[in-house]
């Protein structure tokens, strides 16, 4: 499944009158054939094969521009079901909106930092920058695989990546954020959060199959890629408007508005925010959140790993500080 495919049919193979293998369809209501050319069966199977290929993994167009070579790398990755299509989808369309109608052998290093310059100017931070030219270089690579292009043009990113953020709530700013949930849904995705140090899409992505009620237990499924998902325990006020919610749910998901599953919450979660008064928080922040607390109250590091779907490595290095035990017998070693 490589390149954009045309409509997918059902080949099979039929003897006309006067003996010859044809490969007939069913094409726009009518039925189409067209002539193997032969009359042995193992030789007409052969060629229906490089038929049916030749029709679904149509030639690359000749001299493609990069806005084709998105819409097609786009395109393949929605056939895998790629995570966060709309990420993807905005990626492809700012790159395209500015360097669409270039050809490959166009770009150079001074073409990508005048692409980077430009949506600074318009306002987008380095993050943002790197995101799309990295779902540009990702295209030209698939199409150099897909051998739409000979070879795909290297180029050095012309942002630094940004220091990770370390913003977190403390429990003050985490019950502000509750009382300005207006929205049950909003709130219901703020305490399963917090409670549980789960990812945005596995909230919203959760069912009530997988969570068990008498047990406190909310299972959040398999994950995406190495972003791992876990089983946890939950309990007090969030196990509470969990069974709440189950008590007048009207769809199998867990977080539902208007009798619809509520899909993605970082509009509403903003606005939340924003009555709250608090600046730089994000959905992910309260991911962040869970981790710092469970260290700050001195949890070991690799049951928070667990209780998190992630590695003691990664807690160490970026959570370690908030221990109450933090380099402690390093600085006993040098006290004066």
Same mark, same amino acid.
């Given at each position: 499944?490589?390149?954009?495919?045309?409509?997918?049919?059902?080949?099979?193979?039929?003897?006309?009158?006067?003996?010859?293998?044809?490969?007939?369809?069913?094409?726009?209501?009518?039925?189409?054939?067209?002539?193997?050319?032969?009359?042995?069966?193992?030789?007409?199977?052969? =060629? $229906?094969? %490089?038929? !049916? @290929?030749?029709?679904?993994?149509? +030639?690359?167009?000749?001299?493609?521009?990069?806005?084709?070579? /998105?819409?097609?790398?786009?395109?393949?990755?929605?056939?895998?079901?790629?995570?966060?299509?709309?990420?993807?989808?905005?990626?492809?369309?700012?790159?395209?909106?500015?360097?669409?109608?270039?050809?490959?052998?166009?770009?150079?290093?001074?073409?990508?930092?005048?692409?980077?310059?430009?949506?600074?100017?318009?306002?987008?931070?380095?993050?943002?920058?790197?995101?799309?030219?990295?779902?540009?270089?990702?295209?030209?690579?698939?199409?150099?695989?897909?051998?739409?292009?000979?070879?795909?043009?290297?180029?050095?990113?012309?942002?630094?990546?940004?220091?990770?953020?370390?913003? =977190? $709530?403390? %429990?003050? !700013? @985490?019950?502000?954020?509750?009382? +300005?949930?207006?929205?049950?849904?909003?709130?219901?995705?703020? /305490?399963?959060?917090?409670?549980?140090?789960?990812?945005?899409?596995?909230?919203?992505?959760?069912?009530?199959?997988?969570?068990?009620?008498?047990?406190?237990?909310?299972?959040?499924?398999?994950?995406?890629?190495?972003?791992?998902?876990?089983?946890?325990?939950?309990?007090?006020?969030?196990?509470?408007?969990?069974?709440?919610?189950?008590?007048?749910?009207?769809?199998?998901?867990?977080?539902?508005?208007?009798?619809?599953?509520?899909?993605?919450?970082?509009?509403?979660?903003?606005?939340?925010?924003?009555?709250?008064?608090?600046?730089?928080?994000?959905?992910?922040?309260?991911?962040?959140?869970?981790?710092?607390?469970?260290?700050?109250?001195?949890?070991?590091?690799?049951?928070?790993?667990?209780?998190?779907?992630?590695?003691?490595?990664?807690?160490?290095?970026?959570?370690?500080?908030?221990?109450?035990?933090?380099?402690?017998?390093?600085?006993?070693?040098?006290?004066?």
């Amino acid at each position: 499944m490589a390149r954009p495919r045309l409509d997918k049919f059902e080949y099979r193979l039929a003897p006309n009158r006067e003996g010859y293998w044809e490969v007939r369809w069913t094409e726009g209501g009518r039925t189409r054939s067209v002539s193997t050319r032969t009359r042995d069966r193992p030789s007409a199977t052969e =060629w $229906l094969e %490089r038929f !049916e @290929a030749g029709r679904e993994n149509p +030639a690359p167009p000749d001299a493609p521009t990069i806005s084709a070579i /998105l819409d097609a790398y786009r395109a393949d990755r929605e056939k895998e079901g790629v995570r966060s299509d709309h990420t993807l989808k905005n990626s492809c369309n700012q790159v395209a909106t500015i360097l669409g109608r270039l050809l490959p052998e166009h770009l150079s290093q001074e073409t990508i930092r005048r692409y980077a310059n430009e949506r600074k100017l318009a306002g987008r931070q380095a993050g943002t920058v790197l995101r799309e030219l990295g779902t540009l270089r990702a295209a030209l690579h698939w199409a150099k695989r897909e051998k739409w292009i000979t070879a795909a043009p290297d180029f050095r990113m012309p942002v630094k990546q940004p220091a990770p953020r370390d913003r =977190w $709530l403390t %429990r003050e !700013e @985490a019950a502000a954020l509750l009382d +300005a949930c207006t929205t049950p849904h909003v709130r219901l995705f703020v /305490l399963l959060a917090l409670s549980t140090g789960a990812r945005k899409e596995a909230i919203a992505e959760l069912t009530w199959d997988r969570v068990d009620l008498a047990r406190g237990i909310v299972d959040f499924g398999m994950g995406h890629g190495n972003k791992r998902r876990t089983v946890v325990p939950v309990s007090g006020k969030a196990l509470d408007e969990i069974r709440a919610a189950f008590a007048v749910r009207t769809t199998a998901c867990v977080l539902e508005w208007g009798g619809r599953p509520a899909g993605d919450v970082k509009i509403a979660f903003g606005k939340a925010c924003r009555r709250a008064g608090l600046e730089g928080v994000t959905p992910h922040v309260l991911r962040h959140t869970a981790a710092t607390w469970m260290v700050i109250a001195g949890i070991e590091l690799e049951e928070v790993a667990r209780f998190l779907g992630t590695t003691k490595e990664m807690i160490e290095r970026v959570y370690g500080k908030h221990s109450p035990n933090y380099l402690m017998k390093a600085a006993v070693a040098l006290r004066l």
